[in-house]
């Protein structure tokens, strides 16, 4: 990076100032829409209705995430989201770093061989259908285990740890040897201890993949048992009215209600929206820092 | 025998022997569905058994060529693919652009604060970005025509997301929103390897910021972006579809429809599994063809695999 002193020159303010004109519009656009979901599922329904809730919020309430918890099937989806996410991380990063510590060690039998057997995988796949049908033939259709069984070898994932590894110094494992470790010993105790950064970034990528995951939900499953909030989400975007409509009809019956709180369509769509995107902005801010440095580790190269 | 006694008493075998479960998951999960190719040469009806159907050689290929309507459409969608892939490759200097122009804001919480802040579309999905979209541009709870209803500008929300025109345009639009961030990242973190003393040296000889930028900074991204520049060579067919399928609706079918959408809708939602894994299988051997050619050129200009 260049932070030279120098003094600047006229050209370098006006340079300096569009540029951060530019940047900084550029940053809203990325900002604003999430600002703006955010606003609208916390105030007053009918003012949002009437769309009168632009830049401030305004009547603030919660009820809208209490009342879509209790939308048929939306708690569980956020169940299917949540296990998923957790279940397919975990085992995830047992598989991949566990693969890509055998990887690293030369006396692996047929290495290079074994290595490009998966490192293919990335480029190379027969296709949505063949894809399918394997599912469907494995007893996958409906059933929970589609979405983390096969997503625990991840290639990428396989590169960026086996870089990693390969940058530890021999001989911290060379002295293991002396003390008798053997490979689930020295890759437990002293591989992943030392490897906590590049964990942490494969945690987020693996955990943020799960949780986005939409269409292998698409694809492989039909029981509503076990449809994710990205699926659940989509459906409500292209069906939302029939559903706020039974919604109002209910909450009339109760009567002393107050509509200002009622969920309506809009709040509905904004509302799962927020449920689905409040988990990454939440853990994301934290663990950016890591991902320049696993990027920069073993991305370019395999 | 004796040799697999031999072989078990080799550390690298048993390691190989631990591996192994997680070996059979990759050819289960990413070989096995090789098996599925047999489907294009049979005339597969849903819900029968495979080898109770006919067997029709090369028929659903020669279907790809000749059948009217089948080319018509493979065309339409082949232009869609292809086309949004070029306008990918085409912007895929942003990324880079972007980085230079963030390396050159001084004030160094507010480049942090930028760069943590647009990186976070990456992280969300298209069913995500389709619902953002939706409550930006949609007619009645859009952002963007409440503005220009609330201030008089226009009596009614225009339909934005509904309209068959610029499909491809938009579609690159929300690519960019989302990717342009996250592609800055390997930039910036080239930026880092380049040598301070290049710019010291050049300072003295008189360069100013501009000309800095152009000959060491430029210079020293470009290899990066070459690289990716390859990669992306062998993803020209791979635009993948759930961007596309989250956006489409009868309006711009016709134009956003691309190569894994069009198969998918066929195969899918069409119940034409055997044409349907024709082009598929079509797709992944040009795929391949297509990342070979890039590895090759990338060994004559660079001396160096991207594989």
């Given at each position: 990076?260049?932070?030279?002193?120098?003094?600047?020159?006229?050209?370098?303010?006006?340079?300096?100032?569009?540029?951060?004109?530019?940047?900084?519009?550029?940053?809203?656009?990325?900002?604003?829409?999430?600002?703006?979901?955010?606003?609208n599922t916390i105030s007053d329904n009918t003012l949002v209705t009437k769309g009168l809730i632009v830049w401030l919020p305004q009547g603030i309430h919660f009820a809208n995430y209490i009342q879509i918890l209790k939308i048929d099937g939306l708690f569980n989806s956020v169940l299917v989201s949540v296990g998923r996410t957790v279940l397919g991380t975990v085992l995830t990063l047992v598989g991949t770093t566990f693969l890509g510590y055998a990887f690293s060690r030369p006396e692996f039998w047929k290495r290079k061989i074994w290595y490009r057997f998966v490192l293919i995988t990335m480029y190379f796949?027969?296709?949505?259908?063949?894809?399918?049908?394997?599912?469907?033939?494995?007893?996958?259709?409906?059933?929970?285990?589609?979405?983390?069984?096969?997503?625990?070898?991840?290639?990428?994932?396989?590169?960026?740890?086996?870089?990693?590894?390969?940058?530890?110094?021999?001989?911290?494992?060379?002295?293991?040897?002396?003390?008798?470790?053997?490979?689930?010993?020295?890759?437990?105790?002293?591989?992943?201890?030392?490897?906590?950064?590049?964990?942490?970034?494969?945690?987020?990528?693996?955990?943020?993949?799960?949780?986005?995951?939409?269409?292998?939900?698409?694809?492989?499953?039909?029981?509503?048992?076990?449809?994710?909030?990205?699926?659940?989400?989509?459906?409500?975007?292209?069906?939302?009215?029939?559903?706020?409509?039974?919604?109002?009809?209910?909450?009339?019956?109760?009567?002393?209600?107050?509509?200002?709180?009622?969920?309506?369509?809009?709040?509905?769509?904004?509302?799962?929206?927020?449920?689905?995107?409040?988990?990454?902005?939440?853990?994301?801010?934290?663990?950016?820092?890591?991902?320049?440095?696993?990027?920069?580790?073993?991305?370019?190269?395999? | 025998?004796?040799?697999?006694?031999?072989?078990?008493?080799?550390?690298?075998?048993?390691?190989?022997?631990?591996?192994?479960?997680?070996?059979?998951?990759?050819?289960?999960?990413?070989?096995?569905?090789?098996?599925?190719?047999?489907?294009?040469?049979?005339?597969?009806?849903?819900?029968?058994?495979?080898?109770?159907?006919?067997?029709?050689?090369?028929?659903?290929?020669?279907?790809?060529?000749?059948?009217?309507?089948?080319?018509?459409?493979?065309?339409?969608?082949?232009?869609?693919?292809?086309?949004?892939?070029?306008?990918?490759?085409?912007?895929?200097?942003?990324?880079?652009?972007?980085?230079?122009?963030?390396?050159?804001?001084?004030?160094?919480?507010?480049?942090?604060?930028?760069?943590?802040?647009?990186?976070?579309?990456?992280?969300?999905?298209?069913?995500?970005?389709?619902?953002?979209?939706?409550?930006?541009?949609?007619?009645?709870?859009?952002?963007?025509?409440?503005?220009?209803?609330?201030?008089?500008?226009?009596?009614?929300?225009?339909?934005?997301?509904?309209?068959?025109?610029?499909?491809?345009?938009?579609?690159?639009?929300?690519?960019?929103?989302?990717?342009?961030?996250?592609?800055?990242?390997?930039?910036?973190?080239?930026?880092?390897?380049?040598?301070?003393?290049?710019?010291?040296?050049?300072?003295?000889?008189?360069?100013?910021?501009?000309?800095?930028?152009?000959?060491?900074?430029?210079?020293?991204?470009?290899?990066?972006?070459?690289?990716?520049?390859?990669?992306?060579?062998?993803?020209?067919?791979?635009?993948?579809?759930?961007?596309?399928?989250?956006?489409?609706?009868?309006?711009?079918?016709?134009?956003?429809?691309?190569?894994?959408?069009?198969?998918?809708?066929?195969?899918?939602?069409?119940?034409?599994?055997?044409?349907?894994?024709?082009?598929?299988?079509?797709?992944?051997?040009?795929?391949?063809?297509?990342?070979?050619?890039?590895?090759?050129?990338?060994?004559?200009?660079?001396?160096?695999?991207?594989?």
């Amino acid at each position: 990076m260049k932070d030279l002193k120098y003094k600047l020159t006229t050209g370098d303010y006006v340079f300096n100032s569009i540029n951060y004109v530019v940047l900084t519009l550029f940053t809203l656009t990325c900002v604003i829409p999430f600002y703006y979901l955010f606003i609208n599922t916390i105030s007053d329904n009918t003012l949002v209705t009437k769309g009168l809730i632009v830049w401030l919020p305004q009547g603030i309430h919660f009820a809208n995430y209490i009342q879509i918890l209790k939308i048929d099937g939306l708690f569980n989806s956020v169940l299917v989201s949540v296990g998923r996410t957790v279940l397919g991380t975990v085992l995830t990063l047992v598989g991949t770093t566990f693969l890509g510590y055998a990887f690293s060690r030369p006396e692996f039998w047929k290495r290079k061989i074994w290595y490009r057997f998966v490192l293919i995988t990335m480029y190379f796949n027969a296709g949505i259908i063949p894809w399918y049908i394997n599912m469907k033939n494995l007893g996958l259709l409906n059933n929970f285990l589609a979405y983390i069984i096969p997503s625990i070898v991840a290639p990428f994932s396989l590169i960026l740890f086996k870089t990693y590894v390969e940058s530890i110094p021999s001989s911290l494992e060379e002295s293991a040897d002396m003390d008798g470790a053997g490979y689930m010993t020295k890759y437990a105790r002293l591989i992943m201890p030392l490897s906590k950064p590049i964990v942490a970034t494969l945690a987020v990528f693996s955990a943020v993949g799960q949780w986005n995951s939409f269409t292998d939900t698409l694809f492989l499953m039909t029981d509503p048992k076990y449809y994710s909030l990205q699926y659940m989400l989509y459906q409500y975007l292209n069906e939302s009215n029939a559903l706020a409509d039974s919604l109002r009809q209910a909450a009339a019956a109760g009567s002393q209600v107050n509509l200002a709180t009622v969920l309506t369509p809009t709040g509905v769509k904004m509302t799962i929206s927020m449920v689905v995107v409040i988990p990454i902005l939440c853990v994301y801010p934290f663990l950016q820092r890591y991902f320049v440095n696993g990027i920069m580790l073993g991305a370019v190269k395999g | 025998m004796v040799g697999f006694k031999r072989l078990l008493n080799q550390q690298g075998f048993r390691l190989f022997l631990m591996s192994s479960p997680l070996l059979i998951l990759v050819f289960v999960f990413s070989y096995m569905p090789l098996y599925g190719w047999i489907y294009s040469f049979y005339d597969y009806k849903a819900g029968r058994d495979l080898f109770s159907t006919d067997f029709v050689g090369l028929k659903n290929f020669k279907m790809m060529f000749t059948d009217h309507y089948a080319v018509t459409n493979i065309l339409r969608v082949m232009k869609n693919t292809l086309g949004m892939s070029f306008l990918g490759i085409v912007t895929s200097v942003f990324p880079m652009i972007f980085a230079i122009l963030l390396s050159e804001i001084r004030n160094l919480r507010f480049r942090k604060t930028i760069q943590t802040l647009v990186t976070i579309p990456n992280f969300i999905s298209w069913v995500l970005v389709y619902s953002i979209a939706y409550a930006m541009f949609s007619t009645n709870d859009g952002l963007l025509n409440r503005i220009l209803i609330n201030n008089g500008i226009r009596d009614e929300g225009i339909n934005f997301l509904a309209s068959g025109n610029h499909v491809w345009l938009t579609m690159l639009g929300y690519g960019i929103w989302k990717g342009l961030g996250w592609g800055a990242i390997i930039y910036i973190a080239a930026l880092t390897n380049i040598d301070a003393e290049q710019y010291e040296a050049a300072r003295i000889d008189g360069a100013g910021r501009l000309k800095m930028t152009w000959h060491i900074t430029i210079p020293g991204l470009l290899p990066t972006f070459f690289v990716l520049l390859l990669l992306s060579i062998g993803n020209l067919l791979n635009n993948g579809m759930e961007q596309y399928f989250v956006f489409q609706n009868a309006m711009n079918k016709d134009s956003i429809e691309v190569l894994d959408l069009y198969v998918y809708n066929q195969g899918m939602v069409g119940y034409d599994y055997s044409f349907a894994t024709a082009v598929g299988m079509l797709k992944s051997v040009v795929s391949v063809m297509l990342l070979f050619f890039a590895n090759f050129l990338s060994k004559i200009t660079r001396g160096e695999s991207v594989m």
